[in-house]
């Protein structure tokens, strides 16, 4: 690996490279990282933007949806001259204006099973910032066969949920382990009937983020096999352990 930097970068991460667990070589790992978000609503958009100033070289952006209104109070990228605009390209826009070089590849589509190898293969980090279960079930499965790393969060009123899995290792439990597709409800995840807190979604996000930057400097623990609950009215936090299921 080429450990050199321009001036340029040395400058601009160099707060992170000070950290005696990142240097230049973790900024290195950091630039040449390929980070794939799904969904730019409350959870990618601060997921994006922090992967962006740390450096992160290649990112792709999936979402399907234009800037609305009641957007504006929790997705973090998007301002009222966005509104009806896609948001993949609006949020485009702002991150290249927070760092030039990063390569940024736009999909306005939404992910279903006929679409998704030729979207996800590149990537080898994934963050779920979807809002319905049928794409967090589809992105489980996709990224278990795919041995990716999938980072999914989950937000509802005052609540976050954070669940992290390296399928590149053996036995490791997946979504299904702790939700049932047959028994769940989007209903939870519907900001419009639940409610959602805007600062909870991106506190959620930035968790997400800050996941894949440890996993890519292989730094830290991580949640491998746990799900992080946040109660953030209460301010209360849980680790709970996820056992991997028979057949699952």
């Known amino acids: 690996m080429n450990s050199k930097l321009n001036k340029n970068q040395l400058e601009r991460f160099s707060r992170q490279i000070v950290l005696k667990n990142i240097g230049i070589l973790g900024q290195r790992k950091i630039i040449q990282s390929k980070v794939l978000i799904i969904g730019m609503g409350g959870l990618g958009c601060p997921a994006a933007e ?8 290649s990112l792709g952006i999936v979402d399907s949806d234009n800037v609305d209104l009641s957007n504006i109070h929790r997705q973090s990228l998007y301002n009222i001259d966005d509104l009806k605009k896609s948001k ?28 998704y190898r030729k979207i996800i293969e590149g990537y080898d980090y994934i963050i779920d910032g979807s809002d319905n279960f049928k794409t967090k079930f589809l992105l489980n499965d996709i990224c278990k066969v795919s041995n990716k790393f999938l980072i999914t969060g989950a937000i509802s009123k005052f609540d976050g949920h954070i ?64 799900i992080l609950i ?5 301010l209360s936090f849980r680790k709970v352990k996820l056992n991997k299921l028979k057949n699952v």
Not at 50 to 57: D, E, H, K, S, Y
Not at 88 to 97: N, P
Not at 194 to 223: F, R, Y
Not at 230 to 234: A, E, T
């Open 50 to 57: 922090f992967l962006t100033r740390a450096g992160v070289g």
């Open 163 to 226: 669940f992290t899995f390296d399928f590149k290792k053996k036995n490791t439990p997946c979504i299904r382990s702790f939700f049932q597709e047959e028994k769940i409800s989007d209903d939870i995840l519907n900001c419009e009937y639940e409610g959602i807190l805007g600062t909870v979604a991106g506190i959620i996000g930035t968790i997400q983020a800050n996941e894949v930057l440890k996993k890519i400097l292989n730094i830290g623990k991580n949640l491998n096999g746990y």
């Open 230 to 234: 946040l109660d953030l009215l209460n």
């Open 88 to 115: 993949v390209m609006a949020a485009k826009r702002k991150l290249k204006k927070i760092n030039s070089k990063i390569k940024i590849s736009c999909h306005k589509i939404r992910l279903n099973q006929n679409n």
